[in-house]
């Protein structure tokens, strides 16, 4: 039989009615234990749907979100997620700060093993940015993995 492990973990939002922050909330994210901490395995999370106010002009960017990592022992709840970078949509960054942002949040959140966001956003002015930052545990091969992959990246 099946069991509800939403109590035991402690999560508050999957299954419930949905509130959305009217602003930035990294209060919102969630995470649960991973079931398989010693296997090394990816989780890749897209989210094609992303919006922020541009710090300047007040005017909307809009973005594909792309989080890959190697989670420990913590993972992040997909629904938190979601309603943490809703909680973007109000708020004034740079591609870069947010991209940055959510990196640290979740680092903050589940210590994962190694982690890598990348941000796609769409052309403004002709210009499209797309910024990416990556951490791996230091000391570890992780951190390897993280210059490795940040050296070689495209």
Not at 16 to 42: G, I, M
Not at 96 to 110: A, G, P, Q, S, T
Not at 145 to 154: D, I, Q, S
């Amino acid at each position: 039989m099946k069991t509800d492990n939403r109590k035991t973990e402690g999560l508050k939002s999957l299954g419930q009615k949905t509130e959305y922050a009217t602003d930035y909330a990294p209060e919102v994210l969630e995470s649960f234990e991973n079931k398989h901490p010693e296997n090394d395995y990816w989780v890749k999370l897209n989210c094609p749907e992303f919006t922020s106010l541009c710090p300047i002009t007040g005017q909307p960017d809009f973005a594909e979100i792309v989080i890959s990592y190697i989670p420990a022992t913590r993972m992040v709840e997909s629904k938190s997620l979601k309603l943490y970078l809703f909680s973007f949509r109000n708020h004034g960054d740079f591609h870069e700060d947010c991209v940055n942002i959510i990196m640290k949040d979740l680092i903050r959140l589940m210590q994962p093993k190694y982690i890598e966001v990348t941000g796609l956003f769409t052309p403004r002015g002709g210009i499209s940015i797309h910024p990416y930052a990556n951490y791996g545990i230091p000391g570890t091969k992780y951190e390897k993995l993280a210059e490795e992959r940040l050296f070689k990246h495209n």
